[in-house]
Structure formats: structure tokens, C-alpha cells
């Protein structure tokens, strides 16, 4: 089976630089990928790592270690819209382009002014 | 731009009742998913479908069906709801670019079903 564990819940400050862990436990791994949900909204996708190393979007940035099955994203110059709940997930076990994805628990991240 | 369409957003059933819940994209995408989601957790794989005509479990299958009526259409079906079905369900659909086969899921608003 697949299995992710990420922190329930971060608290920064806005302005400030937040990183949420994600380790994950998969039969095969086909990438990392993040996607952020306000409340009461649709998941929106962030991020996606293939490869070892940093992938940078704007403020927002993914990393990946695959011997290490870990991976994070980090915020920069946080703002109150980012508070949010952050989800990393890894595509399904059989390779297929197709697979849905298992997703993380969530971690929602609390933003204080 | 439509994206991904869910109806309806909200539904109220009594515990034995069936429904079917709508999801219709106009990305062109060939794959289609739905999840449930429940509080304090992440979202979880019902059903997916690769391509029109195919369809295939998730994690979390028992007292679903779904059916992928064209490329467009996707719907879920529970024939006899029940209390534990009470959830916020998405539905999906996604392309896959570059590569390294990123897998993009662009999601619809939700449906809120409670099941009494």
C-alpha cells in the first residue's frame, strides 16, 4: 500500500517562510505533487517533483529526496490568503498515467498577522 | 472556463435512498476520478476511469457505482445510501504533461451529501 504522514497543523507569521514536511511510504513511486485547499473550496494543484532537487513556482517552492522518501514545500513571504490546508500525494502503485492519486492527511497552515 | 462541473453542490438523503452524483469536464481530458473527502482527512480514491468506455477502483469502492458516459461525463451512483457515506465528494479529471508524466487533477467544486 501507500502511505503519506505530514504535520497537522504549522503556524507562521505573515512575511514570514514556512516549510511543511511530507514523508511518504509507496510500492512505486511515480512523483510527489502538492495541492492546496481553502476552506470550504476544491483542492487547486501547486507543485509536482519527478526528480531529486528543488522545482520553484513563484513564492512557492517543492523539494524531493527519493532515497529518503521525503519531500517539502515551502512558502515565502507568507500572506493571510495562504492559509490553507496543503496536501502532498503520490500517484497510484500500477505506473499508469491514469492513477488517482493518494493524498496526505493535510497539513493546515495557520497564518498570524 | 468551465473546467470541471459537479451537480448538485449539496444533497440531503435518507439512510437507504439512491442518488447519483454529475461531473462533466470540458478540458478534454481523458481521465476522470472521484474522491471522497472527510473531516481532518485527505481526499480518497472512489473510482477512476482512464478513458471512455473503462473504469477502475480506488481505495475506497463498497457502495459506489460510477459510470463513464462519454468522454465528458462522469457520474457516481449510491444505490442504497448510508450514514457512513456522509462526506464532501469531488470529482476530477487530469492530464498528464512532459516527460515526466506529471499528472495535473483539475477538481470540481464538491458535492456535501449527508445521509440520515
Known amino acids: 500500500g501507500q502511505s503519506l504522514e505530514q504535520p497537522s497543523e504549522v503556524t507562521a507569521v505573515e512575511g514570514a517562510i514556512v516549510q511543511i514536511n511530507c514523508t511518504y511510504q509507496?510500492?512505486?513511486?511515480?512523483?510527489l505533487s502538492w495541492y492546496q485547499q481553502h476552506d470550504g473550496g476544491a483542492p487547486t494543484f501547486l507543485s509536482y517533483n519527478a526528480l531529486d532537487g528543488l522545482e520553484e513556482t513563484g513564492r512557492f517552492s517543492s523539494f524531493l529526496s527519493r532515497s529518503d522518501s521525503y519531500g517539502y514545500l515551502l512558502l515565502q513571504e507568507l500572506q493571510m490568503k495562504d492559509s490553507a490546508s496543503y496536501f502532498c500525494a503520490v500517484r497510484g502503485a500500477s505506473g499508469g498515467g491514469a492513477d488517482g492519486l493518494t493524498f496526505g492527511k493535510g497539513t493546515h497552515l495557520i497564518i498570524q498577522p | 472556463n468551465a473546467g470541471v462541473t459537479q451537480t448538485p453542490k449539496f444533497q440531503v438523503l435518507k439512510t437507504g435512498q439512491s442518488m447519483t452524483l454529475q461531473c462533466a469536464q470540458d478540458m478534454n481530458h481523458n481521465s476522470m476520478y472521484w474522491y471522497r473527502q472527510d473531516p481532518g482527512m485527505g481526499l480518497r480514491l472512489i473510482y477512476y476511469?482512464?478513458?471512455?468506455?473503462?473504469?477502475d477502483k480506488g481505495e475506497v469502492p463498497n457502495g459506489y457505482n460510477v459510470s463513464r458516459l462519454n468522454k465528458r461525463e462522469f457520474s457516481l451512483r449510491l444505490e442504497s445510501a448510508a450514514p457512513s457515506q456522509t462526506s464532501v465528494y469531488f470529482c476530477?479529471?487530469?492530464?498528464?504533461?512532459?516527460?515526466?508524466?506529471?499528472?495535473?487533477?483539475?477538481f470540481g467544486a464538491g458535492t456535501r451529501l449527508s445521509v440520515l
Open positions: 476511469s482512464a478513458s471512455e468506455g473503462t473504469t
Open positions: 476530477a479529471s487530469s492530464e498528464v504533461v512532459g516527460r515526466l508524466a506529471k499528472n495535473i487533477q483539475y
Open positions: 509507496t510500492s512505486g513511486f511515480y512523483g
